[in-house]
Each structure stands twice: as C-alpha cells, then as structure tokens.
C-alpha cells in the first residue's frame, strides 16, 4: 500500500494536533511515511510542534516527523499539503470582526467585510504555498482550508487556474454530523446529500440514507424545534457564540422552508438581528484567544514538559476526517462523494461558469468530478449572484490594486446597507492592513 509524505502549512495552527492523530489513527486506510509541519512563525510552531514530534513518536517511531519555516526543505519530496494558515494571526482576525461591527454591520471571520479583508490578506501567501508545491514537489496536491475559502478558492481559480489544488470547508459536514445524530444514526455517513451554494453560502436540498429513502423531514422536525443544536457533547462547535449560529437554523427554516440552510447564511439574512446580539468589543477572536488557542498550547506545553502524550486531551474531530478522507480518496481511487469547492461549469445549470460553488462532488486519484445540481430557485440564485459578484471583485481589486473594485466588492455584500459604509470600514480596514494588502490606488 502506498505511504503519503503530507506536509501540514500553517502548522502552529490549533488544528495542527488534531490532524496529527487523525493521520496516525487513520494509517490502516491511509498509510503516511512523513508529517511534517511548514508555518513562517517559528516559535508559534515550534510550540506545537514539540508535543506532535511526541505523539507521533508514541504512536509509530518510524514515521518521520519534522518541521520547518524553511520553504524548500518543507515542500520538498510531499505528496500532500493541508494547508491552514491564519494570514495576520488572531490579531488580525480580531480586526477584522471589529471595524465593521463599529460600523453597525456583520464583524465576521469569513463574512461580510471582515472576510473580503481576511481574503485580501490571504491570497497571496496561499499562492505562495501553491509556487512553492509545484518547485518542490510538482506531483503534490494542495489541500486547503485556509479561509476565508470562497475568495482563496476564487483567487486559486484566477491565478493559478491548472494549479492541483482543493478548497474545502468542513462546516457541511460538522452540520450533517449534527443532522444524523439528531436523527438516531451514527455520523454523516449513513447519509447520501445534494447541496448547492458557495462557501459559507449553501443549501441542502436533498439527504437520503442510503437505501434511498428520504431523511429530510425527519431532519427539518429537529431544526424546525432547536436549530442544529442538539443534546449531546459531541462535535466542535460547542461555545457560546456558536450555539447562537446553531440555533439560527431555526429562522433559516422558517425562511426557506424547502431546503436546509448552511448556519453561515445568518450573518446575510439576520444580519441586523447577529449585529443587535453581538458584543462588539469581545468578538469570536477574544473567545478563541481565551479559549481553544489557550487550550491547545496549554496542552502541547504539558505533553513537552511531561515528555509523554499519555492522556492527552488533545483529540481527531470532524475537520481533520474530512481532510485525511480526501487525501485518502485521491490517494486510493476510493471514489468518495465529498462536498468540495469548485468552478461551476454547469453543476448547477442557471448560474455561472466561472463562479466557484459547493457541490458534492466523486473524488478519485485523478482528482474530483462535481455532480449535476441542476437548476436553483430565483431567491437562491439572486443571493447567490450578489455574493458571487462580492467575491469576484474582491479578487479583481487585489489583482489590479484597485480601491474602486475593493469598495464596490464591500458596497455589494449583503450585510453592508451603503456604498458609503462600505468606503467608512474600506478606508478603516486599510489603515489597519497595511503590512498584508497590496496599495489600493
Ligand atoms: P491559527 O492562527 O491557530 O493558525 C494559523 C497558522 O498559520 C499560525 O501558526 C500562523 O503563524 C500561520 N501562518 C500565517 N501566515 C502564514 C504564512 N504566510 N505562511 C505560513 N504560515 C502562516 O488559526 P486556526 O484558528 O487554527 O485556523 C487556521 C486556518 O484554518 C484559518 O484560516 C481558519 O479560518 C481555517 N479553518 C478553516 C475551516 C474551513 O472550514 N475551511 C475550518 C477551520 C479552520
Ligand atoms: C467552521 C467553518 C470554518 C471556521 C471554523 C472555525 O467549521 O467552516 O470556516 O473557520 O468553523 O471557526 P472558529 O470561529 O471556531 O475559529
Ligand atoms: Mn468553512
């Protein structure tokens, strides 16, 4: 069986570990040579990395484990880059919630004004990754989860159009975890799903077991009650404010009542209700700060101090299966239907080509094919059209230096009631992006 050298960029990420032990737990199916951790922040990594050299060691001595901020070393002789980096750290993600909510709009990591920032800054380093794969390992697959996805997977498609590269987003599948709970199964698995979208911007429009037989009702009698909140401890998105986002299920329900609506399309259609809730000076980045970035390192510290992971908290989940299952499907040909991020090309038949979408997609060792998702309803499409614009002239701003494309880019999404708001948190954001943007002239 053939064994993966993967390497893990941005790997002082809080994913990095659980990754890690997804890898070592998953080498029966997905069998790994090398783990390797690639990141430019050497004493953030060198953090996490401390505590994997010791899992992995634990685990199986002879994979190899190393890791490096040195770009020819890390990409050299890798078949695999997860890729999940955080371009500006937590302090930039903290701006980037704040300045808008200043402004009386959305302040969010991926959505709104606080994802085209986010996307502005992360282009170019996630081009950067795909030119060091292709020097160093020309054969490598670039898996990525670096956010905000939708405009990365847009500037991929623009820049780097032949590039072997995936956008992917693991909030489909925690959500259809939380679904096939909800419903008595066991996990996402026993389910077969069509959706539609683009990321953080999607819908379920059919979910089937796979005898065929129809689950949705079932489903929406849960959402129509609590949301996609549930009863139980498992899954990722347990704090606070992502209760909040889980419960919004119900509201999307009652405004589309046909489909299932991804958690995300909260900060769009309840965008005046998530400004009204939201405490504008202790955002998601000062709740991750204080919590899972504390944890992790708090963790990774104990495992280097004690010299053994024994007992560690530090655990797989949902984000990291979904990430092996497709290196392991193109890896084994395994022909696994997976919701992935791509150019359109008639998968969904009445919306652009050249837009990047979520469908489900049958990946295998030539890469992935996405599934016909036929034709959308008028509300779907219209939301989409206007989100898709915003993407796009976000990419067109960064590539052309262009202040009029990126404030058009921020007049058009919908949590933004004017063009003259928009230019307000524009001119903000840019005081603050300096070091990350191109000049905007
Ligand atoms: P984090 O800040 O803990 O980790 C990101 C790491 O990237 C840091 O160690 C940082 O130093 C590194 N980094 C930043 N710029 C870099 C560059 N140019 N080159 C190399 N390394 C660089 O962040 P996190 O909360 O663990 O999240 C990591 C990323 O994964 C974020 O973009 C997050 O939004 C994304 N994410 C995406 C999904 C999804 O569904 N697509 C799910 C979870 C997390
Ligand atoms: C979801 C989304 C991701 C997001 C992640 C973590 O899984 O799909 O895009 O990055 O949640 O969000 P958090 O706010 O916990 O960092
Ligand atoms: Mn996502």
């Known amino acids: 069986m053939k064994k993966s050298s993967v390497l893990i960029a941005g790997g002082g990420s809080t994913?990095?570990?659980?990754?890690?032990?997804?890898?070592?737990?998953?080498?029966?199916?997905?069998?790994?040579?090398?783990?390797?951790?690639?990141?430019?922040?050497?004493?953030?990594?060198?953090?996490?990395?401390?505590?994997?050299?010791?899992?992995?060691?634990?685990?199986?001595?002879?994979?190899?484990?190393?890791?490096?901020?040195?770009?020819?070393?890390?990409?050299?002789?890798?078949?695999?880059?997860?890729?999940?980096?955080?371009?500006?750290?937590?302090a930039m993600r903290e701006q980037d919630e704040k300045i808008p909510f200043k402004h009386g709009v959305v302040?969010?990591?991926?959505?709104?004004?606080?994802?085209?920032?986010?996307?502005?800054?992360?282009?170019?380093?996630?081009?950067?990754?795909?030119?060091?794969?292709?020097?160093?390992?020309?054969?490598?697959?670039?898996?990525?989860?670096?956010?905000?996805?939708?405009?990365?997977?847009?500037?991929?498609r623009r820049l780097r159009p032949n590039s072997k590269i995936i956008n992917i987003c693991d909030m489909p599948i925690c959500l259809e975890d939380i679904m096939a709970r909800a419903i008595g199964l066991q996990n996402r698995k026993a389910m077969e799903v069509r959706y539609f979208g683009l990321n953080h911007f999607g819908w379920w429009t059919s979910i089937k077991d796979h005898d065929?037989?129809?689950?949705?009702?079932?489903?929406?009698?849960?959402?129509?009650?609590?949301?996609?909140?549930?009863?139980?401890?498992?899954?990722?998105?347990?704090?606070?404010?992502?209760?909040?986002?889980?419960?919004?299920?119900?509201?999307?329900?009652?405004?589309?009542?046909?489909?299932?609506?991804?958690?995300?399309?909260?900060?769009?259609?309840?965008?005046?209700?998530?400004?009204?809730?939201?405490?504008?000076?202790y955002t998601r980045a000062n709740e991750i700060i204080d919590g899972r970035e504390k944890e992790v390192f708090a963790e990774c510290a104990r495992i280097v101090e004690a010299k053994t992971a024994k007992g560690t908290t530090l655990h797989s989940n949902e984000h990291a299966s979904f990430i092996v299952d497709l290196a392991k499907a193109l890896t084994f040909n395994t022909k696994e239907r997976m919701l992935l991020i791509t150019e359109n090309n008639g998968a969904i038949s009445n919306f652009s080509d050249d837009a990047m979408v979520e469908v489900p997609c049958i990946v295998g060792k030539n890469g992935y094919e996405p599934l016909t998702m036929g034709k959308i309803p008028t509300f779907q499409k219209g939301l989409m059209e206007q989100q898709i614009a915003s993407e796009k002239l976000a990419i067109e701003g960064w590539i052309e230096g262009s202040y009029q494309k990126v404030w058009q880019s921020l007049t058009m999404s919908k949590t933004v009631p004017s063009a003259k708001v928009a230019k307000d948190i524009l001119d903000d954001f840019i005081e603050v992006n300096k070091e990350f943007w191109p000049e905007l002239k």
Not at 29 to 58: G, S, T
Not at 116 to 135: C, N, T
């Open 15 to 90: 994913y990095t570990a659980g990754i890690v032990v997804m890898l070592l737990e998953s080498v029966k199916e997905f069998p790994v040579r090398k783990i390797k951790l690639y990141d430019n922040d050497a004493e953030r990594q060198q953090k996490v990395a401390e505590a994997c050299a010791i899992i992995v060691k634990e685990y199986d001595p002879e994979i190899e484990f190393s890791y490096s901020t040195d770009p020819e070393e890390s990409f050299t002789d890798v078949d695999f880059v997860m890729a999940q980096l955080r371009v500006g750290k937590y």
């Open 107 to 156: 302040g969010q990591e991926t959505c709104g004004p606080g994802g085209i920032a986010y996307g502005l800054r992360s282009i170019g380093p996630i081009i950067g990754l795909v030119d060091y794969m292709e020097k160093y390992s020309p054969d490598a697959w670039l898996l990525n989860y670096s956010n905000p996805a939708a405009i990365v997977a847009e500037g991929t």
């Open 212 to 281: 065929g037989n129809d689950l949705m009702e079932k489903i929406k009698a849960h959402v129509g009650k609590q949301g996609y909140t549930e009863n139980t401890p498992a899954g990722q998105h347990k704090e606070a404010s992502w209760l909040d986002a889980m419960r919004a299920g119900k509201e999307l329900l009652d405004i589309e009542p046909k489909f299932l609506s991804n958690t995300y399309l909260k900060y769009y259609l309840m965008a005046d209700e998530t400004v009204a809730h939201a405490n504008k000076e």
